[in-house]
């Protein structure tokens, strides 16, 4: 069994976190790691807003409930603009808890790659394509998460 816990960006707040959780069912994005492990989700929060002051406190509780990797939302990547601080938060957390982070939960929807592609927000390939490819699914997969 393998516990994870997931944190959102502050601006998603009210998501009720339904492509995540379905990800997670379907072992889809992120969650295909655990194609063939049964998961747990210990804990779901807010990083609070910029410059995230939750995740300190939010990793410790996760790690406290067994959280063995903490995935840091698709919401991260795919907002705009993405995260500033996601680098931040994942040195952080891996640091102070001793803690596996990955980038991503759900696929990345077709539409926000799109939009980001024409943006040219991820051109910087060695800073963005290693937070990425998690979450890169094939087109008809991250259509479906539209």
Same mark, same amino acid.
């Given at each position: ?12 707040? +009210? ?5 995540? /959780? ?8 992120? &969650? ?5 492990? =049964? ?5 779901? +929060?807010?990083?609070?807003?910029? %410059?995230?002051?939750?995740?300190? !406190? ?9 959280? =063995?990797?903490?995935? $840091?939302?698709?919401? @991260? /990547?795919?907002?705009? %603009? ?6 931040? &938060?994942?040195? &952080? ?16 929807? =077709?539409? !926000? #790659?799109?939009?980001? +592609?024409? $943006? ?8 963005? =394509? %290693? #937070? @990425?490819? %998690? ?12």
């Amino acid at each position: 069994m393998i516990k994870i816990g997931i944190i959102i960006c502050d601006r998603y707040r +009210t998501c009720a976190g339904g492509k995540c /959780l379905r990800a997670l069912r379907n072992r889809e994005g992120a &969650f295909a790691r655990y194609k063939d492990e =049964q998961v747990e989700l210990v804990g779901y +929060t807010t990083c609070a807003g910029c %410059p995230g002051g939750n995740v300190e !406190y939010t990793g410790e509780e996760m790690v406290k409930n067994g959280a =063995q990797v903490i995935h $840091l939302a698709t919401g @991260l /990547l795919v907002g705009y %603009p993405p995260c500033p601080y996601i680098h931040t &938060f994942i040195r &952080f957390l891996e640091k102070r808890y001793n803690v596996k982070v990955i980038a991503g939960t759900h696929p990345i929807p =077709q539409k !926000y #790659l799109d939009m980001h +592609t024409g $943006l040219g927000t991820w051109e910087d390939t060695n800073e963005w =394509q %290693p #937070l @990425l490819a %998690p979450t890169m699914s094939d087109k008809a997969t991250r259509e479906a998460y539209n």
